[in-house]
Protein backbone atom coordinates (compact mmCIF):
# COMPACT_ATOMS: atom_id res chain seq x y z
CA UNK A 1 0.00 0.00 0.00
CA UNK A 2 1.16 3.32 -0.71
CA UNK A 3 1.43 5.63 2.62
CA UNK A 4 2.57 9.05 0.50
CA UNK A 5 -1.45 9.07 -0.88
CA UNK A 6 -4.01 10.21 1.09
CA UNK A 7 -4.52 11.82 4.33
CA UNK A 8 -1.95 11.49 7.57
CA UNK A 9 -1.73 7.69 9.40
CA UNK A 10 -3.91 9.11 12.30
CA UNK A 11 -7.04 9.26 9.55
CA UNK A 12 -6.17 5.92 7.73
CA UNK A 13 -6.51 4.31 10.98
CA UNK A 14 -9.68 5.72 11.92
CA UNK A 15 -11.38 5.13 8.57
CA UNK A 16 -10.37 1.45 8.54
CA UNK A 17 -12.24 0.96 12.18
CA UNK A 18 -15.31 3.33 11.15
CA UNK A 19 -16.19 2.62 7.92
CA UNK A 20 -17.38 -1.30 8.25
CA UNK A 21 -19.65 0.31 11.12
CA UNK A 22 -21.18 2.81 8.99
CA UNK A 23 -21.77 0.25 6.07
CA UNK A 24 -23.31 -1.71 8.58
CA UNK A 25 -25.34 0.48 10.23
CA UNK A 26 -26.38 1.82 6.40
CA UNK A 27 -27.28 -1.89 6.01
CA UNK A 28 -29.56 -1.77 9.31
CA UNK A 29 -30.87 1.23 8.27
CA UNK A 30 -31.79 -0.33 4.36
CA UNK A 31 -33.62 -4.05 5.58
CA UNK A 32 -35.28 -1.92 8.52
CA UNK A 33 -36.90 0.50 5.85
CA UNK A 34 -40.38 -0.69 6.64
CA UNK A 35 -40.05 -0.71 9.85
CA UNK A 36 -38.44 2.41 11.25
CA UNK A 37 -37.70 5.74 9.82
CA UNK A 38 -34.78 5.66 6.82
CA UNK A 39 -35.69 2.98 3.71
CA UNK A 40 -33.81 2.25 0.44
CA UNK A 41 -32.48 5.72 -0.15
CA UNK A 42 -31.26 6.72 3.32
CA UNK A 43 -29.11 3.60 4.26
CA UNK A 44 -27.65 3.92 0.36
CA UNK A 45 -26.48 7.78 0.89
CA UNK A 46 -24.77 6.47 4.32
CA UNK A 47 -23.08 3.68 2.45
CA UNK A 48 -22.23 5.69 -0.08
CA UNK A 49 -20.58 8.18 2.14
CA UNK A 50 -18.62 5.49 3.75
CA UNK A 51 -17.44 4.36 0.48
CA UNK A 52 -16.25 8.25 -0.10
CA UNK A 53 -14.89 8.07 3.22
CA UNK A 54 -12.40 5.89 2.17
CA UNK A 55 -11.74 7.98 -0.90
CA UNK A 56 -10.88 10.85 1.01
CA UNK A 57 -8.78 8.93 3.57
CA UNK A 58 -6.51 6.76 0.96
CA UNK A 59 -6.93 8.58 -2.25
CA UNK A 60 -8.31 7.86 -5.35
CA UNK A 61 -5.95 5.36 -6.89
CA UNK A 62 -6.03 3.04 -3.45
CA UNK A 63 -9.69 2.91 -4.09
CA UNK A 64 -9.68 1.99 -7.98
CA UNK A 65 -7.69 -1.00 -7.13
CA UNK A 66 -9.84 -1.74 -3.19
CA UNK A 67 -13.23 -2.04 -5.45
CA UNK A 68 -13.95 -3.12 -8.73
CA UNK A 69 -15.30 0.04 -10.40
CA UNK A 70 -16.81 -1.64 -13.59
CA UNK A 71 -18.33 -3.56 -10.80
CA UNK A 72 -20.10 -1.40 -9.16
CA UNK A 73 -21.41 0.31 -12.42
CA UNK A 74 -22.97 -2.69 -13.54
CA UNK A 75 -24.24 -3.20 -10.11
CA UNK A 76 -26.05 0.55 -10.94
CA UNK A 77 -27.45 -0.35 -13.99
CA UNK A 78 -28.98 -4.03 -12.88
CA UNK A 79 -30.50 -2.60 -10.03
CA UNK A 80 -32.16 -0.26 -11.76
CA UNK A 81 -33.57 -2.87 -14.25
CA UNK A 82 -34.51 -5.17 -11.45
CA UNK A 83 -37.19 -2.23 -9.79
CA UNK A 84 -38.43 -2.84 -13.70
CA UNK A 85 -38.34 -6.31 -13.30
CA UNK A 86 -40.36 -6.52 -10.13
CA UNK A 87 -43.25 -3.72 -11.45
CA UNK A 88 -43.73 -6.41 -14.46
CA UNK A 89 -43.52 -9.29 -12.27
CA UNK A 90 -47.00 -7.72 -10.33
CA UNK A 91 -48.64 -6.93 -13.71
CA UNK A 92 -47.68 -11.12 -14.86
CA UNK A 93 -48.60 -12.40 -11.71
CA UNK A 94 -51.59 -10.20 -10.26
CA UNK A 95 -53.32 -7.48 -12.11
CA UNK A 96 -51.15 -4.20 -11.67
CA UNK A 97 -48.04 -2.89 -12.54
CA UNK A 98 -46.09 -2.75 -9.53
CA UNK A 99 -48.05 -4.94 -7.03
CA UNK A 100 -47.53 -5.98 -4.00
CA UNK A 101 -47.51 -9.72 -4.79
CA UNK A 102 -45.70 -11.88 -1.69
CA UNK A 103 -47.53 -12.65 1.33
CA UNK A 104 -47.64 -9.32 3.76
CA UNK A 105 -46.79 -11.40 6.47
CA UNK A 106 -47.49 -10.13 10.34
CA UNK A 107 -46.80 -6.50 11.11
CA UNK A 108 -43.41 -5.26 13.13
CA UNK A 109 -42.14 -8.72 11.60
CA UNK A 110 -38.50 -8.21 9.52
CA UNK A 111 -39.68 -10.19 7.01
CA UNK A 112 -42.91 -8.38 6.35
CA UNK A 113 -45.04 -6.18 3.96
CA UNK A 114 -44.24 -8.30 0.74
CA UNK A 115 -42.41 -6.71 -1.97
CA UNK A 116 -41.57 -3.06 0.08
CA UNK A 117 -38.28 -4.67 1.50
CA UNK A 118 -37.29 -5.94 -1.76
CA UNK A 119 -37.78 -2.68 -3.59
CA UNK A 120 -35.97 -1.03 -0.47
CA UNK A 121 -33.02 -3.29 -1.17
CA UNK A 122 -32.46 -2.56 -4.46
CA UNK A 123 -33.04 1.49 -4.19
CA UNK A 124 -30.45 1.30 -1.23
CA UNK A 125 -27.76 -0.36 -3.75
CA UNK A 126 -28.76 1.94 -7.09
CA UNK A 127 -28.43 4.92 -4.67
CA UNK A 128 -25.37 3.99 -2.97
CA UNK A 129 -23.42 2.99 -6.46
CA UNK A 130 -24.56 6.16 -7.88
CA UNK A 131 -23.65 8.56 -5.68
CA UNK A 132 -20.40 7.05 -5.09
CA UNK A 133 -19.69 6.99 -8.43
CA UNK A 134 -20.78 10.51 -9.49
CA UNK A 135 -18.12 11.78 -6.93
CA UNK A 136 -16.00 9.37 -7.93
CA UNK A 137 -15.62 10.38 -11.66
CA UNK A 138 -15.53 14.07 -10.38
CA UNK A 139 -12.78 13.71 -8.10
CA UNK A 140 -10.63 12.00 -11.01
CA UNK A 141 -10.86 14.92 -13.41
CA UNK A 142 -8.08 17.07 -14.00
CA UNK A 143 -8.57 20.84 -14.96
CA UNK A 144 -5.57 21.98 -17.56
CA UNK A 145 -4.35 25.32 -16.20
CA UNK A 146 -6.56 28.31 -17.44
CA UNK A 147 -9.45 26.14 -18.49
CA UNK A 148 -12.69 26.10 -17.88
CA UNK A 149 -15.72 23.52 -17.49
CA UNK B 1 -44.14 26.31 22.88
CA UNK B 2 -46.27 25.99 20.23
CA UNK B 3 -44.49 24.58 16.82
CA UNK B 4 -44.79 27.83 15.12
CA UNK B 5 -42.36 29.45 17.03
CA UNK B 6 -39.40 27.09 17.05
CA UNK B 7 -40.11 27.21 12.88
CA UNK B 8 -40.29 30.68 12.83
CA UNK B 9 -36.84 31.00 14.42
CA UNK B 10 -34.89 28.31 12.72
CA UNK B 11 -36.23 29.81 9.24
CA UNK B 12 -34.92 33.22 10.67
CA UNK B 13 -32.01 31.41 11.31
CA UNK B 14 -31.68 29.66 7.64
CA UNK B 15 -32.23 33.35 6.58
CA UNK B 16 -29.24 34.57 8.58
CA UNK B 17 -27.04 31.62 7.10
CA UNK B 18 -27.89 32.38 3.47
CA UNK B 19 -27.18 36.39 3.82
CA UNK B 20 -23.73 35.41 5.17
CA UNK B 21 -23.16 32.46 2.85
CA UNK B 22 -23.65 35.21 0.08
CA UNK B 23 -21.75 38.26 1.74
CA UNK B 24 -18.37 36.54 3.34
CA UNK B 25 -15.28 36.45 1.41
CA UNK B 26 -14.03 33.29 2.54
CA UNK B 27 -15.08 30.59 0.23
CA UNK B 28 -15.08 27.75 3.04
CA UNK B 29 -16.62 29.79 5.67
CA UNK B 30 -19.58 30.52 2.92
CA UNK B 31 -19.71 26.45 1.89
CA UNK B 32 -20.48 25.96 6.19
CA UNK B 33 -22.86 28.44 5.99
CA UNK B 34 -24.89 27.29 2.94
CA UNK B 35 -24.85 23.80 5.53
CA UNK B 36 -26.41 25.85 7.84
CA UNK B 37 -29.80 26.24 5.89
CA UNK B 38 -29.82 22.17 5.22
CA UNK B 39 -29.31 21.46 8.94
CA UNK B 40 -31.94 23.86 9.95
CA UNK B 41 -34.22 22.41 7.13
CA UNK B 42 -33.18 18.87 8.56
CA UNK B 43 -34.47 20.39 12.30
CA UNK B 44 -37.62 21.49 11.21
CA UNK B 45 -38.36 18.28 9.97
CA UNK B 46 -38.28 16.91 13.28
CA UNK B 47 -40.35 19.60 14.71
CA UNK B 48 -42.86 18.50 12.11
CA UNK B 49 -42.44 15.08 13.05
CA UNK B 50 -40.99 13.35 9.65
CA UNK B 51 -37.54 11.62 10.79
CA UNK B 52 -37.33 9.97 7.51
CA UNK B 53 -37.30 13.16 5.70
CA UNK B 54 -35.18 14.42 8.42
CA UNK B 55 -32.43 11.82 7.50
CA UNK B 56 -32.50 11.98 3.97
CA UNK B 57 -32.13 15.78 4.45
CA UNK B 58 -29.18 15.97 6.57
CA UNK B 59 -27.09 12.80 4.71
CA UNK B 60 -27.81 15.09 1.68
CA UNK B 61 -26.56 17.90 3.62
CA UNK B 62 -23.38 16.39 3.96
CA UNK B 63 -22.70 14.45 0.90
CA UNK B 64 -23.11 18.47 -0.67
CA UNK B 65 -20.74 19.66 1.83
CA UNK B 66 -18.58 17.13 0.48
CA UNK B 67 -18.75 17.84 -3.05
CA UNK B 68 -18.83 21.36 -2.29
CA UNK B 69 -15.48 21.54 -0.53
CA UNK B 70 -13.98 19.52 -3.16
CA UNK B 71 -14.74 21.49 -5.78
CA UNK B 72 -14.29 24.81 -4.39
CA UNK B 73 -12.02 25.24 -1.81
CA UNK B 74 -8.71 25.68 -3.61
CA UNK B 75 -9.97 27.12 -6.47
CA UNK B 76 -9.31 30.91 -7.54
CA UNK B 77 -12.95 32.56 -7.73
CA UNK B 78 -14.24 35.74 -9.39
CA UNK B 79 -15.73 38.58 -6.81
CA UNK B 80 -18.07 40.27 -8.14
CA UNK B 81 -17.63 44.38 -7.72
CA UNK B 82 -20.27 46.04 -6.07
CA UNK B 83 -21.25 48.38 -8.57
CA UNK B 84 -24.16 51.05 -8.82
CA UNK B 85 -26.35 48.78 -10.95
CA UNK B 86 -26.54 46.15 -8.58
CA UNK B 87 -27.67 48.67 -6.20
CA UNK B 88 -30.42 49.99 -8.50
CA UNK B 89 -31.53 46.20 -8.55
CA UNK B 90 -31.61 45.33 -5.41
CA UNK B 91 -34.11 48.32 -4.93
CA UNK B 92 -36.13 47.73 -7.43
CA UNK B 93 -36.08 43.23 -6.17
CA UNK B 94 -37.04 44.71 -2.89
CA UNK B 95 -40.20 47.09 -4.34
CA UNK B 96 -41.58 44.58 -6.25
CA UNK B 97 -41.48 41.82 -3.55
CA UNK B 98 -43.34 44.43 -1.48
CA UNK B 99 -45.95 45.29 -3.69
CA UNK B 100 -46.65 41.84 -4.47
CA UNK B 101 -46.96 41.26 -0.99
CA UNK B 102 -49.29 44.20 -0.39
CA UNK B 103 -51.48 42.69 -3.26
CA UNK B 104 -51.89 39.34 -2.17
CA UNK B 105 -51.75 40.22 1.99
CA UNK B 106 -55.28 38.79 1.69
CA UNK B 107 -55.03 35.42 1.05
CA UNK B 108 -53.29 34.96 3.99
CA UNK B 109 -57.18 34.28 5.17
CA UNK B 110 -58.04 31.88 2.97
CA UNK B 111 -55.01 29.25 3.53
CA UNK B 112 -56.27 25.94 6.06
CA UNK B 113 -54.82 26.08 9.36
CA UNK B 114 -51.53 25.13 10.14
CA UNK B 115 -51.49 21.16 10.17
CA UNK B 116 -55.32 20.23 8.77
CA UNK B 117 -54.96 20.13 5.04
CA UNK B 118 -57.46 20.47 2.60
CA UNK B 119 -57.27 17.03 1.20
CA UNK B 120 -58.30 13.63 2.44
CA UNK B 121 -56.17 11.01 1.16
CA UNK B 122 -53.84 11.43 3.89
CA UNK B 123 -56.47 10.11 6.86
CA UNK B 124 -56.90 7.18 4.33
CA UNK B 125 -53.62 6.28 4.23
CA UNK B 126 -53.02 6.84 8.34
CA UNK B 127 -56.62 4.64 8.68
CA UNK B 128 -55.33 1.78 6.26
CA UNK B 129 -51.32 1.59 5.11
CA UNK B 130 -50.78 -1.00 7.88
CA UNK B 131 -53.37 -3.15 6.68
CA UNK B 132 -53.03 -2.75 3.25
CA UNK B 133 -49.12 -2.92 2.75
CA UNK B 134 -48.23 -4.83 5.89
CA UNK B 135 -45.19 -2.09 6.58
CA UNK B 136 -45.21 -0.29 10.10
CA UNK B 137 -43.57 2.55 8.48
CA UNK B 138 -46.21 4.36 6.74
CA UNK B 139 -43.97 6.70 4.55
CA UNK B 140 -41.83 3.49 3.11
CA UNK B 141 -46.20 1.82 2.71
CA UNK B 142 -46.57 4.74 0.50
CA UNK B 143 -43.73 5.80 -1.45
CA UNK B 144 -43.09 1.87 -2.33
CA UNK B 145 -46.67 0.51 -2.51
CA UNK B 146 -49.55 2.95 -2.79
CA UNK B 147 -46.88 5.99 -4.91
CA UNK B 148 -44.23 3.01 -5.86
CA UNK B 149 -44.51 4.22 -9.84
CA UNK B 150 -43.47 7.63 -8.77
CA UNK B 151 -40.31 5.92 -6.71
CA UNK B 152 -39.73 4.10 -10.75
CA UNK B 153 -40.00 7.53 -12.20
CA UNK B 154 -37.44 8.80 -9.30
CA UNK B 155 -34.75 5.72 -10.01
CA UNK B 156 -35.08 6.49 -13.43
CA UNK B 157 -34.13 10.15 -13.16
CA UNK B 158 -30.70 9.08 -10.96
CA UNK B 159 -30.48 6.30 -13.55
CA UNK B 160 -30.17 9.00 -16.55
CA UNK B 161 -28.35 11.77 -14.17
CA UNK B 162 -25.87 9.44 -13.53
CA UNK B 163 -25.46 8.16 -17.16
CA UNK B 164 -24.88 11.23 -18.47
CA UNK B 165 -22.67 12.37 -15.41
CA UNK B 166 -19.76 9.10 -16.59
CA UNK B 167 -20.03 9.57 -20.35
CA UNK B 168 -19.32 13.29 -20.44
CA UNK B 169 -17.06 13.75 -17.55
CA UNK B 170 -15.45 10.23 -18.26
CA UNK B 171 -14.76 11.21 -21.50
CA UNK B 172 -13.37 14.36 -20.71
CA UNK B 173 -10.77 12.98 -17.69
CA UNK B 174 -9.08 10.25 -20.14
CA UNK B 175 -8.77 13.29 -22.64
CA UNK B 176 -6.96 15.10 -20.08
CA UNK B 177 -5.01 11.12 -18.88
Keep these: MDNNSGMTIIVKTITRITVPIIILYGCYIIFHGHLTPGGGFAGG ?31 ESISATLFLVLGILGFLIGTTFLLNFISKGELFRLLSAGTIPVLNIIIGIKVAMSLFLVVWVLAGLKLDEGESL | MPIETWLIFILSFMIIGSIVALEIKDILSAVIAVGVVGLGVSLSFIFLQAPDL ?12 I ?77 LDYRAYDTLGEVTVLFTAILGALTVLRIKSKSHR
Design chain 1, 45 to 75: VIIALALLNVMIAFGREFTNNWLNINFLEKL
Design chain 2, 54 to 65: AIVQFLFEIFAL
Design chain 2, 67 to 143: IMVRAFVKKDYHQEEPSKVNKILIGITIITLLAILYFTASILNLLPEFGEPLMNTAQYYLNNGASDTGAANLVTSII
